[in-house]
């Protein structure tokens, strides 16, 4: 098993470009999430995914939007990006019945 | 809301030494806990988690015991190595946001030779 896998791994940007971060999962995770990861900040939460079909806000969405392809997949897209979204973007998946969260290697973002 | 507050790094100490991270958090309900740690230019991995009032959780010579009382979680290691240096993040499950996790801000540990 894969677990969670992200891509990019890096990415710049310039202000008001537009970009698709990718996360997929091979465990039958119901759950998905996007965390941001900040210096001095811990990790917040963007949007998560509860189910395949559903997707809802977390503490940081603005600027962001999610799909929930498939049971597997869940991106995140920023349409028009901005420096403060300059961070490290964390995916995850939890497995029905249990609290414990499997995280992605992350994307390292830079909007310039 | 409910929130989790840990310990500022960095944490500086000698091989063998004694490890604690302080954490201690704030909710409505009966929360899981999470320890989970990250190795530089990693993703997080769990360390260790406790879902009740007096669980001790336990791994790689890591400990933490659930204390309701308290409303703590803290974080120790009897022996460190230098291989557990990363950043060490504590965690609660969130039952209002899909069980989302709330995170502490991390505290980096550096365990020199």
Known sequence: NAGVTQTPKFQVLKTGQSMTLQC???MNH???YWYRQDPGMGLRLIYYSASEGTTDKGEVPNGYNVSRLNKREFSLRLESAAPSQTSVYFCASRQG?????????GTRLTVL | GDSVTQMEG????SEEAFLTINCTYTATGYPSLFWYVQYPG???QLLLKATKADDKGSNKGFEAT?????TSFHLEKGSVQVSDSAVYFCALSDRQA????????????SVSS
């Not at chain 1, 019945?97 to 290697?105: D, K, L, R, T, Y």
Request: glycine share 18%; no cysteine; hydrophobic share 30%.
């Open chain 1, 30 to 32: 119901n759950s998905m």
């Open chain 1, 24 to 26: 997929a999962q091979d």
């Open chain 2, 42 to 44: 990693e993703g997080l």
């Open chain 2, 98 to 109: 899909g069980t989302a996790l709330i995170f502490g801000k991390g505290t980096t540990l």
């Open chain 1, 97 to 105: 019945g249990g609290n414990e969260q499997f995280f992605g290697p």
């Open chain 2, 66 to 70: 659930y204390r309701k009382e308290t």
């Open chain 2, 10 to 13: 960095p944490v500086t100490l």
